[in-house]
């Protein structure tokens, strides 16, 4: 067994067991900015409403702060957003959503859905 030189030890002990302590200390900060950034979005969200995507008039807020969660390359993300309806054109849709460029339905963000079909084709051989 070889003797790591002492600098190793306030981070860990062993490489693997240092850049296991790595990579843990970077999904913390990964998952704290994360967070931060879902509870920014959260509070911009005005009481007053939302322009409507098809109709371009503003639509009101029938629900506030309705839970979603998205399946990320860093994890389960939660985070809560208003419900629009709009009365000239009847389109329901959440603001929030479509600010962070989510499918009406599904629980995968755009980036884990890439990585997961690239993970398949590399699986299945590529698309050749
Ligand atoms: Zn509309």
């Known amino acids: 067994m070889p003797s790591w030189p002492s600098g ?15 990579r843990k200390q970077g999904r913390n900060i990964e998952n704290r900015c ?6 920014g979005l959260e509070a911009e ?12 008039t503003m639509a009101k807020i029938r ?20 419900y629009h309806y709009c009365g ?3 389109k329901d849709f959440y603001a929030l959503d479509r600010k962070l460029e989510l499918r009406e339905k599904g629980e995968v963000s755009e ?11 590399l699986r299945l051989g590529g698309f050749d």
């Open 8 to 22: 190793n030890k306030r981070w860990g002990g062993r490489p693997a067991v240092v850049e296991e302590n790595f």
């Open 34 to 39: 994360y967070d931060n950034y879902l509870r």
């Open 45 to 56: 969200q005005t009481s007053g409403g939302a322009l409507c995507p098809v109709c371009k």
């Open 63 to 82: 629900v506030k702060n309705r839970a979603r969660t998205i399946y990320t390359l860093s994890g389960g993300r939660k985070f809560r957003r208003h």
């Open 88 to 90: 000239s054109c009847e």
């Open 111 to 121: 980036a884990l859905e890439k990585r997961l079909i690239d993970c398949a084709s």
